[in-house]
């Protein structure tokens, strides 16, 4: 089976889960709705989708449907890298961790895991 790569609205519910997980959907919606500029049923839609696709995990906690994501941060971040680097840089070689350095998304461990996998880059394609 072929992995679905998130689009930039999934990406940005499963960026809300990955800082903060399990989430409601209304509390996704909460953290993305001035961002995407959509409506809550827009957010349960995604959602539902992304359950569908599996990039996220549904599940019941005190009769309250509730979400987290089920792709790893610090390797769909690392795909959409090299993406961004070979479709749009044209690079040839793997990214420099210093652009990584200031995220608000990633801790120190998390970053060194992903210059791991951007040293190993190009390899696995």
């Known amino acids: 089976m072929k992995e ?6 999934e990406l940005s519910l499963l960026k809300a889960l990955w800082k903060q997980s399990p989430l409601s959907a209304r509390e996704i919606h909460e ?8 409506s809550y ?4 839609k995604t959602l539902d ?14 009769g ?15 795909k959409y890298a ?8 044209e690079l040839d070689g793997p990214l420099p961790i210093a652009m990584f350095a200031n ?4 801790d120190e461990r998390e970053l060194e895991e992903l210059q791991e996998m951007l040293n190993s880059w ?4």
């Open 4 to 9: 679905t790569k998130p689009s930039p609205s």
């Open 31 to 38: 953290k993305v709705k001035f961002e995407l500029q959509w």
């Open 41 to 44: 049923s827009s957010t349960r």
């Open 49 to 62: 989708r992304m359950r569908d696709k599996s990039l996220v995990i549904q599940s019941e906690v005190h």
């Open 64 to 78: 309250i449907q509730v979400y987290k994501a089920a792709l790893d941060k610090v390797e769909t971040l690392a």
């Open 82 to 89: 090299t993406d961004f680097a070979t479709r749009v840089l």
């Open 103 to 106: 995220s608000k998304l990633m």
């Open 122 to 125: 190009p390899d696995e394609d």
